[in-house]
């Protein structure tokens, strides 16, 4: 691995100059000169030794991302041993006369480029974990209540680690993503949803306290109260104002086992109907209701797995799915342990009691807590086993408008999805969330319903499928938009100036005052195309 020592700010362009050169020959590449003419003007010395990687491996890791879709090289990887590393390359930056723009990847699951930086640095920020001498995830636990536990934890870890040093302590956080896999600032710069979040709200809205490095080089500790104006517009912001290098989020006590539920339905009206009452009724506080809710589709030609099921009821679950193209599952968890498990069979039979699934087409199994939340982990196995695993992920990730729901099922999920018949693996969720469990000061756009669904088509497909499967995301834009139904992406695609304004909407002008404010020089999240 190509590694040097930096002494000073033009030592480390004529350095990122020297790799570049090297790296071209050896792979007979040509050299971009356009940087050239700025990168010999800053005089301030910095001490950032041995900590630039800019070997063809590591530049060719960091150009590409979970969707393997974009590819973006960078000039060189920095891997820092300290977040004060971080700060002086942000610093180094702001002092050119063309800054550089600077990219924090992690685990890198974004799908369209978010975590690159062409032309610039990217931050490989696991390579903290190397430094923190077994601090990066530090739980607290609060004997009297355990509702007030919390764990402070650095951005560059990933969630299955916190699941796992919080359940030695018996604690949890409260709210997960479908992916443990990703990295706690990868989903808090985002907004992180799942299942609980009907009940606990998305991640973000699940943290304490930020330290974050602002675009300006500056290392600030954020919460609500303190700093507010950066902890609302990082938490959702889309790595704009800063790198997040901690966050505390809030615990609370862990449950043993989970009831795991499948209610199988042929009639969209009746399965977000009934989706609509639970997350009403289930996510009010102190409910003793379901504590996950979520839904998907199941398509008669998609390949999926079917070991939830009793296998003598696998027939006559594809004979459902024949007679009708598409079926909806209802996905429900009830979680408890030793001192409620005598009850658990009939508050779950209560609980499900008037919902208009199929008669017959209930499915319950019972497992460990921490086995339900790992439980897309077949999806992974499913594209290992078809040489998919590096498989071009066409994903899109929307929130709809409750009030418009049914126009998605009518002119997404049956006339593109279905009639494009495009076999891909990889699952569809559709699932209702209420606005009141998010904070509206936080920098993520949402629908302006009380009510409002995420809808996700999450496709993997073989090279030869993804431009098929590409186009059909794009109808599903252009129908979305046509129909005036008010949709705003998750985890958005790149998109022109004036698509970023509307995507914000009412939030725009405030955001981009974030920007002016913390990342003045644009320096941050390149990739990310919101303001560059």
């Known amino acids: 691995m190509a590694r040097f020592s930096i002494l000073d700010k033009n030592g480390f362009m004529l350095v990122l100059l020297l790799c570049l050169e090297i790296?071209?020959?050896?792979?007979?590449?040509?050299?971009?000169?356009?940087?050239?003419?700025?990168?010999?003007?800053?005089?301030?010395?910095?001490?950032?030794?041995?900590?630039?990687?800019?070997?063809?491996?590591?530049?060719?890791?960091?150009?590409?991302?979970?969707?393997?879709?974009?590819?973006?090289?960078?000039?060189?990887?920095?891997?820092?041993?300290?977040?004060?590393?971080?700060?002086?390359?942000?610093?180094?930056?702001?002092?050119l006369p063309t800054p550089i723009p600077i990219a924090a990847r992690a685990q890198a699951h974004s799908v369209y480029g978010q975590a690159m930086a062409r032309d610039g640095i990217v931050v490989n920020m696991t390579h903290l974990n190397r430094y923190r001498h077994g601090k990066g995830i530090v739980i607290f636990r609060d004997e009297?209540?355990?509702?007030?536990?919390?764990?402070?934890?650095?951005?560059?870890?990933?969630?299955?680690?916190?699941?796992?040093?919080?359940?030695?302590?018996?604690?949890?956080?409260?709210?997960?993503?479908d992916s443990l896999g990703t990295s706690v600032a990868g989903t808090l710069v985002n907004a992180g949803v799942g299942g609980q979040v009907f009940k606990y709200g998305p991640q973000i809205s699940n943290v304490y306290e930020l330290d974050v490095i602002t675009?300006?080089?500056d290392h600030v500790t954020c919460s609500a109260k303190k700093n507010s104006k950066l902890f609302y517009g990082v938490l959702g912001g889309l790595g704009q104002y800063g790198i997040i290098t901690r966050a505390r989020i809030a615990l609370g006590p862990a449950p043993a086992k989970v009831k795991w539920l499948r209610l199988l339905y042929?009639?969209?009206?009746?399965?977000?109907?009934?989706?609509?009452?639970?997350?009403?009724?289930?996510?009010?506080?102190?409910?003793?209701?379901?504590?996950?809710?979520q839904g998907f589709l199941k398509i008669e030609y998609w390949p999926d797995d079917l070991s939830f099921y009793p296998m003598e009821d696998v027939p006559r679950i594809h004979?459902?799915?024949?007679?009708?193209?598409?079926?909806?599952?209802l996905e429900l968890a009830k979680y408890y342990d030793d001192s409620n498990q005598a009850d658990i069979d009939e508050d779950v039979e209560n609980l499900i009691k008037g919902l208009k699934y199929v008669p017959t087409f209930k499915f319950e199994r019972d497992v460990l807590y921490e086995g339900f939340l790992n439980r897309y982990n077949f999806v992974?196995?499913?594209?290992?086993?078809?040489?998919?695993?590096?498989?071009?992920?066409?994903?899109?990730?929307?929130?709809?408008?409750?009030?418009?729901?049914?126009?998605?099922?009518?002119?997404?999920?049956k006339e593109i999805v279905y009639k494009q018949n495009i076999t891909a693996i990889g699952i569809m969720l559709v699932f209702p969330m209420n606005k009141a469990k998010w904070n509206d000061k936080m920098a993520v756009a949402i629908p302006d319903e009380e009510i409002f669904y995420?809808?996700?088509?999450?496709?993997?497909?073989?090279?030869?499928?993804?431009?098929?499967?590409?186009?059909?995301?794009?109808?599903?834009?252009?129908?979305?938009?046509?129909?005036?139904?008010?949709?705003?992406?998750?985890l958005p695609k790149n998109k022109t100036h004036e698509e970023w304004k509307e995507h914000f909407g009412h939030k725009w002008e405030s955001f981009k005052d974030g920007k002016d404010e913390f990342d003045p020089k644009r320096i941050l999240a390149p990739g990310q195309r919101v303001f560059n």
């Open 266 to 293: 042929t009639d969209f009206s009746e399965f977000t109907k009934d989706e609509e009452h639970l997350i009403s009724v289930h996510g009010r506080s102190g409910s003793n209701g379901f504590d996950f809710v």
């Open 380 to 413: 992974d196995h499913l594209l290992a086993a078809q040489g998919l695993a590096e498989a071009p992920k066409s994903w899109l990730d929307l929130f709809v408008p409750g009030s418009r729901i049914s126009d998605i099922n009518e002119g997404v999920f």
């Open 215 to 217: 675009g300006k080089g």
């Open 23 to 95: 790296t071209s020959m050896l792979t007979n590449a040509e050299i971009s000169t356009d940087l050239c003419p700025i990168l010999f003007h800053a005089p301030t010395p910095i001490t950032l030794s041995n900590k630039f990687a800019c070997d063809n491996t590591t530049l060719t890791l960091a150009s590409t991302d979970y969707g393997f879709v974009i590819n973006e090289k960078p000039l060189a990887v920095l891997e820092p041993t300290s977040t004060h590393d971080i700060t002086e390359l942000i610093k180094l930056s702001n002092s």
């Open 319 to 329: 004979s459902l799915v024949s007679q009708h193209n598409i079926i909806y599952i």
């Open 454 to 490: 995420l809808v996700s088509l999450l496709h993997y497909v073989s090279p030869d499928k993804y431009e098929a499967s590409s186009t059909l995301k794009y109808q599903v834009l252009d129908f979305c938009k046509n129909s005036g139904i008010g949709i705003k992406a998750y």
């Open 144 to 177: 009297k209540d355990p509702w007030n536990s919390y764990a402070d934890v650095g951005g560059e870890q990933v969630w299955n680690d916190v699941l796992h040093a919080a359940l030695e302590y018996g604690l949890t956080p409260l709210s997960f993503t």
